[in-house]
Nanobody, 124 residues
């Protein structure tokens, strides 16, 4: 069992930067692979980026490659999403999620634990 709490969302100008955090609690939190997903109004939940439990492997959606970076600090049980050069189309609620899987981390169905989400709004 793991609990997830996101923070760091808010309003940012296009071309700026923002860092989201996801604090995980639970005895084995550091053993989970972690992902970031997002959902814009009227759209489905979309994969953004994921990282395995060790932090040795990451995967990102093509639409954010080169702009967003996922990292984790297992000593703090925290996963980060560094958002550089965001665009207005990145506006969405961003969710942190955890999975015991080590592969196919872009598959939303793999994730059994979710945070409550944090709103990110990118102004033009």
């Amino acid at each position: 069992q793991v609990q997830l709490v996101e923070s760091g969302g808010g309003l940012v100008q296009a071309g700026g930067s923002l860092r989201l955090s996801c604090a995980a609690s639970g005895r084995t939190a550091s053993s989970y692979s972690m992902g970031w997903f997002r959902q814009a109004p009227g759209k489905g939940r979309e994969f953004v980026a994921a990282i395995n439990w060790r932090g040795s492997n990451t995967v990102s959606a093509d639409i954010v490659k080169g702009r967003f970076t996922i990292t984790r600090d297992n000593a703090k049980n925290t996963v980060y999403l560094q958002m550089n050069s965001p665009k207005p189309e990145d506006t969405a609620v961003y969710y942190c999620a955890a999975t015991v899987a080590g592969i196919n981390l872009d598959n939303v169905a793999k994730y059994g634990y979710w945070g409550q989400g944090t709103q990110v709004t990118v102004s033009s």
